[in-house]
């Protein structure tokens, strides 16, 4: 049996159908390869099912969907290995079995790493020329939600925070971020 997993930084410039399969099981993951692969919420979902289904082979078409970062694709790969999981990059054509397999992933980790150094870089090199051009107005601070909208959409931080647990549990438990944990306090 084959799963995939699939990740893309951009609904706007980027597809999956192109890494999706008809009949195949996918989970995809709309994040930055910056997001470490276990603490996406699909790829979270993709290691639960290889729990229940470990002889399953899961298909990633390029190094660079793991992650943008050396450290984590390495410690992925290591995780996929140390429980006995296939993990097969499709455009290298070789799985974690192969002995090339960590030398493959070492370097091509590497370029992925500085391929994200180089897209940070253009960015903020765009974003001096925007400022210098006077167009360049950033990113609108705080949220446009009025309260009652806030306190609905966080519902899970409300309960927490009713039944008196400590602000860093809830963002343990959560998953969400101290700031949006201390919005919703100060707004109760």
């Given amino acids: 049996m084959r799963v995939k997993y699939v990740r893309i930084s951009s609904e706007l410039t980027q597809n999956e159908s192109r890494?999706?399969?008809k009949g195949i099981i996918a989970f995809v993951d709309k994040c930055s390869g910056a997001?470490?692969?276990?603490e996406r919420p699909q790829a979270k979902k993709l290691l639960e099912?290889?729990?229940?289904?470990p002889n399953c082979e899961t298909e990633i078409l390029a190094v660079d969907r793991i992650g943008r970062s050396t450290l984590d694709i390495l410690q992925t790969i290591q995780f996929f290995k140390s429980n006995g999981y296939v993990l097969k990059i499709k455009n290298?054509?070789?799985d974690n079995s192969s002995p090339f397999f960590d030398l493959m992933i070492s370097l091509l980790g590497t370029l992925a790493e500085h391929e994200r150094q180089v897209i940070k870089e253009r960015c903020r090199g765009g974003i001096e020329v925007?400022?210098?051009?006077?167009?360049y107005v950033g990113r609108k601070?705080?949220?446009?939600?009025d309260r009652n909208r806030?306190?609905?959409?966080h519902q899970d931080i409300v309960t927490c925070l009713n039944s008196k647990?400590?602000?860093a549990d809830i963002c343990r438990l959560t998953g969400k971020y101290r700031s949006t944990v201390q919005k919703v306090k100060g707004m109760i």
């Fill in 150 to 153: 806030t306190l609905k959409k």
């Fill in 165 to 167: 647990m400590k602000v």
């Fill in 92 to 94: 290298l054509g070789m």
């Fill in 19 to 21: 890494q999706l399969e």
């Fill in 130 to 135: 925007a400022k210098a051009k006077g167009i």
């Fill in 35 to 38: 997001v470490p692969f276990m």
């Fill in 141 to 145: 601070k705080g949220t446009t939600d």
């Fill in 49 to 53: 099912y290889l729990k229940a289904n």
